[in-house]
């Protein structure tokens, strides 16, 4: 059970609970579990029987998969607010595809499937708001996809920077990068010295202003304009 008010509301105030009935909310509430964990806990392992999905209330998590020659890809960072692990639900073949990974200490609350399973096939119109925020999800994820495919590592760079705005429309932009430049390089498939010398060139090309984790572009039509591949015009306008 979630004593806390503050932890109900922010549970209650998610996608996969907010459309509920009630009495439903209070019946998975009581199956849900709250914990924390330090920096660097392995919450799921990939391939490990899926019996819960899990929201972040604070902390930070990596999702990454582990290849078989051992190396590991990062899928996704995942921010307080956010669930994981939730699709698992609708496979058939019940196992976390990826590994998860506090990046700092992390307080989270684990959901049993079954539960919230049945509570929707009660409710139908949950279930189409369910649908809804799996649609944005998985259309955040084929952005990244089509990024990835990029050949050219400055390019996948300078996109990851562009989705990062808040404003498109303004050509002078400031962003505070909300991870450590070893995860970003593992987000773009490169490695962390490959993403020094991009930076380092876009700096020198005064295209990119950096400051530890602070990064200012004094013209986002000039670093676009950078690059001539037709996909780095249309992600820029999403």
């Known amino acids: 059970m979630i004593p806390a008010p503050e932890v109900r509301a922010t549970i209650l105030r998610h996608p996969l609970f907010n459309h509920l009935d009630v009495a439903v909310q209070e019946r998975l509430l009581a199956s849900t579990r709250e914990f924390h964990q330090p920096a ?53 073949r019940s196992e976390y595809p990826v590994c998860a990974e506090a990046l700092e200490p992390v307080h989270l609350v684990s ?71 070893r995860l970003i390089a593992a987000r773009l498939s490169m490695q962390p010295e490959t993403l020094s010398r991009i930076i380092g060139k876009l700096r020198e090309d005064h295209l990119v202003e950096v400051q530890g984790r602070h990064v200012c572009i004094p013209s986002v039509e000039a670093l676009l304009g950078r690059f001539s591949e037709p996909m780095v015009q249309r992600v820029s306008l999403r």
């Open 40 to 92: 660097a806990a392995l919450l799921i392992r990939q391939g490990q029987p899926a019996s819960h999905f899990f929201l972040v209330l604070s902390g930070k998590v990596k999702l990454f998969r582990i290849s078989p020659d051992g190396q590991e890809k990062v899928v996704e960072i995942i921010h307080p607010g956010q669930t994981f692990a939730e699709a698992v639900m609708f496979m058939q």
């Open 111 to 181: 959901v049993p499937n079954l539960p919230m399973m049945q509570a929707l096939s009660e409710n139908p119109k949950a279930c189409m708001h369910l649908l809804g925020h799996l649609s944005v999800r998985l259309h955040q994820r084929l952005g990244e996809l089509e990024t990835l495919t990029l050949q050219n590592a400055t390019q996948r760079f300078a996109l990851y920077l562009i989705q990062q705005l808040e404003d498109r429309s303004a050509d002078r932009a400031e962003i505070d990068l909300m991870l450590p430049k």
